[in-house]
T-cell receptor
C-alpha cells in the first residue's frame, strides 16, 4: 500500500542556513508524482514543488529544491538560505496513477533569528 | 482572483444534525478533493472527483458524501455527524489529476461536533 513517511516531527534551523526535510515513500507504481506543501501558522496550504517519477533532474523552485533519490524512495525538500517566514509545517505528498493523493504527517520547521 | 472558496470557516454542530460544507473553485479545474487534517496524522483524503459526475473514495470516506453536479462545485455532506468527525477540513482542486499540477486549497473549515 502507498505510504508517506516524514520522520522529523520538528526541526530547528538558524536563519540563513540550509535545511533538509526528509520524506520517504512506498509505492508499487512506476508512475507517480511527489509534492511538497507548506502550512504557515495561519493555516492555509501552499503548493511548493513537484517531482515526477520519470523526471531525471531534481526539481527546483527558487529557494526550494527536491532531492529525489528514486532507488531509495526518498524525496527530501531542501530549503536554502532559511528565512523567518519559512517557519511552518511542511507536508510531503504522493499521487499515484489511481489519482489518490496521500500526505505524510508533516514536519514543523522553526527558523531561529 | 483564482481561488477555492469554502464555507463556512467555522462550524459547531450537534451529533446527528446533517450539515453541508460548500466548496467552489473559479479556475475551471477538473480535479477536486476533500481532506481532513488531524494532529499527527497529516491530511487524509476523504473523496475526490476527476470531473463532473465522477467521484471516488479516498482513504477515510465513512460518514461522508459528496456530489459533483457542476465542475466548479464539490460540496461535502455529513448526513449524521459524530464527534469523531471533529476536524479541520480542506477542499482542494488542481487543473488535472496527472502531471505536475499541485493543489490549490481552500482556507479550511474547522468543524466541531458536540
Amino acid at each position: 500500500a502507498q505510504k508517506i513517511t516524514q520522520t522529523q516531527p520538528g526541526m530547528f534551523v538558524q536563519e540563513k542556513e540550509a535545511v533538509t526535510l526528509d520524506c520517504t515513500y512506498d509505492t508499487s507504481d512506476q508512475s507517480y508524482g511527489l509534492f511538497w506543501y507548506k502550512q504557515p501558522s495561519s493555516g492555509e496550504m501552499i503548493f511548493l514543488i513537484y517531482q515526477g517519477s520519470y523526471d531525471e533532474q531534481n526539481a527546483t523552485e527558487g529557494r526550494y529544491s527536491l532531492n529525489f533519490q528514486k532507488a531509495r524512495k526518498s524525496a527530501n525538500l531542501v530549503i536554502s538560505a532559511s528565512q523567518l517566514g519559512d517557519s511552518a509545517m511542511y507536508f510531503c505528498a504522493m499521487r499515484e496513477t489511481g489519482f489518490k493523493t496521500i500526505f505524510g504527517a508533516g514536519t514543523r520547521l522553526f527558523v531561529k533569528a | 482572483e483564482a481561488q477555492v472558496t469554502q464555507n463556512p470557516r467555522y462550524l459547531i454542530t450537534v451529533t446527528g444534525k446533517k450539515l453541508t460544507v460548500t466548496c467552489s473553485q473559479n479556475m475551471n479545474h477538473e480535479y477536486m478533493s476533500w481532506y481532513r487534517q488531524d494532529p499527527g496524522l497529516g491530511l487524509r483524503q476523504i473523496y475526490y472527483s476527476m470531473n463532473v459526475e465522477v467521484t471516488d473514495k479516498g482513504d477515510v470516506p465513512e460518514g461522508y458524501k459528496v456530489s459533483r453536479k457542476e465542475k466548479r462545485n464539490f460540496p461535502l455532506i455529513l448526513e449524521s455527524p459524530s464527534p469523531n468527525q471533529t476536524s479541520l477540513y480542506f477542499c482542494a482542486s488542481s487543473l488535472e489529476p496527472t502531471g505536475g499540477y499541485g493543489y490549490t486549497f481552500g482556507s479550511g473549515t474547522r468543524l466541531t461536533v458536540v
